[in-house]
């Protein structure tokens, strides 16, 4: 049996926390695509454990795998290892030998596009997009080419002189040490070793199937969110991978069936983020038609009713710790968004749902609900396919009666009838809309801050 774990808004949905909880129930955890630009964070009593690239089940001490639709950068691999180590963990991480290799090349190459770019994306800066470009062209160096020096060295000299080639002659700009076809094969094939060394590498399809025909239950975790997939999200403000349920597939090398009779379990985070640019329908950005990045996006003065935009976002910002992961970067923040959840619902086939961060909402008079949207004058109940026209939508809301301030500690440990009447009515109206059951409900951060309607993995 496998279950997966899907962003179904913009990334940063909390993820992490529910891997944690129903990999207790695991036996292995997998990552399937994205590299070193998660932010996962999994906070156990009072440590917290911020992974970018192992996955969440490592705290747990459980098998992770890392598969053949990831993008690995071995030194992040390894400082994550050294860093569990030498807190006293002892992680068993398996990595594809599929998967493809980020090189300093890659960080490069994203950085000057970035910077080149009009309408930049905002990305994390770690080379996911050019590795996965690398891999689409046929040139890249995957994870078992590092075990072969022969093959390692081959690779770098077809590749390196191109990515010079374009530096030099595209961007015009010098090439440096991550450009060095010596000193990238010699850091390169270190890896290597050590990855043989210590036994880390597997063919992932087959292992994975294995484990499940001997009985295994295996987690697979999403990285990034529906609105950033790169073929269901809002192009070009996107991740290079496909986070919804599809990429599980062909991110380890599972069957669509094998996936397909497991459970497919959506995270929601009880209000709408987004690091980076593009649109944000629901934004509650306090200037008018402020999409930062967006092209058609023209800042007006505040309006006293813009302040007040500001006010709750900084609010919500701050209650939510909603500050990057990976970069640090102030989160834009808005309103939850039913139609961005009904076309991650529909696209990874939710059969759950796990709504998150209701605690953040509390204290608020008032909370809304985006329901729908109107574009040109049509409304419309999903996310239209390109994202000029997801930019031209004006959100319909539904308005709720705000929720007090509780011990969420005791309301975690008493269930869900013990969450004030208001938050009922919110998650249900969710529940309802989206035609999927409430499979739990975050009341905070930590391990036991989580009501559990529903465990798949028990
Ligand atoms: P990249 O994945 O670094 O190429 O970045 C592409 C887009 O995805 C940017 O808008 C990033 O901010 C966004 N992104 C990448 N990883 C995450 C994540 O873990 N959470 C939220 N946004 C992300």
């Not at 309006?303 to 007040?308: I, M, N």
């Not at 008079?365 to 239209?384: A, H, K, R, W």
């Amino acid at each position: 049996m496998t279950v997966t774990i899907i962003g179904s808004q913009l990334g940063d949905e909390g993820k992490g926390g529910t891997v944690d909880l129903y990999g207790e129930g695991a036996d292995v955890v997998v990552r399937y695509q994205g590299g070193d630009n998660a932010g996962h964070t999994v906070v156990v009593g009072d440590e917290t454990y911020e992974l970018s690239l192992l996955p969440s089940g490592v705290v747990r001490g459980k098998t992770c795998v890392i598969g053949n639709g990831c993008v690995v950068n071995p030194e992040t691999l390894f400082d994550e290892l050294d860093a569990l180590r030498e807190r006293g963990l002892d992680p068993d991480v398996r990595v594809a030998e599929r998967a493809h290799v980020i090189f300093p090349y890659h960080r490069r190459l994203d950085g000057i596009e970035e910077e080149d770019k009009d309408e930049e994306v905002g990305t994390t800066g770690r080379g996911i997009g050019p590795t996965y470009e690398d891999k689409a062209g046929r040139r890249g160096i995957r994870v078992g080419d590092l075990l072969d020096e022969e093959v390692l060295r081959t690779r770098l000299e077809y590749v390196v002189p191109q990515k010079r080639a374009v530096v030099e002659d595209v961007f015009g700009k010098e090439c440096g040490e991550e450009l060095d076809i010596d000193e990238l094969f010699e850091t390169y094939s270190g890896y290597g070793e050590r990855l043989a060394e210590e036994g880390m590498t597997v063919n992932c399809g087959d292992y994975l199937q294995s484990r499940i025909d001997d009985g295994d239950e295996v987690l697979l975790e999403g990285a990034q969110g529906t609105l950033i997939d790169i073929d269901h999200g809002n192009y070009p403000f996107v991740t290079s991978s496909n986070p919804t349920a599809g990429g599980a597939c062909t991110g380890t090398g599972l069957g669509p069936t094998e996936i397909g009779q497991g459970e497919i379990v959506g995270i929601v985070k009880g209000y709408a983020t987004r690091v980076g640019s593009g649109p944000l329908p629901t934004e509650l950005a306090g200037v008018e038609g402020d999409t930062p990045g967006y092209e058609g996006s023209e800042a007006q003065p505040l309006s006293d009713a813009g302040e007040r935009e500001e006010e709750l976002a900084t609010y919500i910002r701050d209650e939510g710790g909603e500050y990057g992961t990976v970069t640090g970067r102030p989160r834009r923040v808005g309103w939850l968004d039913l139609p961005v959840l009904r076309h991650a619902t529909r696209a990874s086939g939710f059969t759950g749902v796990v709504v998150g961060h209701i605690d953040v909402l509390a204290g608020l008079d008032e909370v809304q609900v985006g329901v729908s949207y109107d574009l040109d004058g049509t409304e419309i109940d999903t996310v239209p396919p390109t994202t000029e026209e997801w930019g031209r939508c004006s959100v319909n809301y539904r308005t709720f009666d705000g929720w007090p301030e509780v011990d969420w500690d005791a309301v975690a440990s008493e269930g869900y009838d013990a969450l004030p009447e208001n938050a009922r009515d919110y998650l249900e109206f969710v529940e309802s809309e989206l035609e999927t059951p409430l499979y739990a409900v975050g009341v905070g951060p930590g391990r036991d801050q989580t009501i559990v309607l529903e465990n798949p993995t028990t």
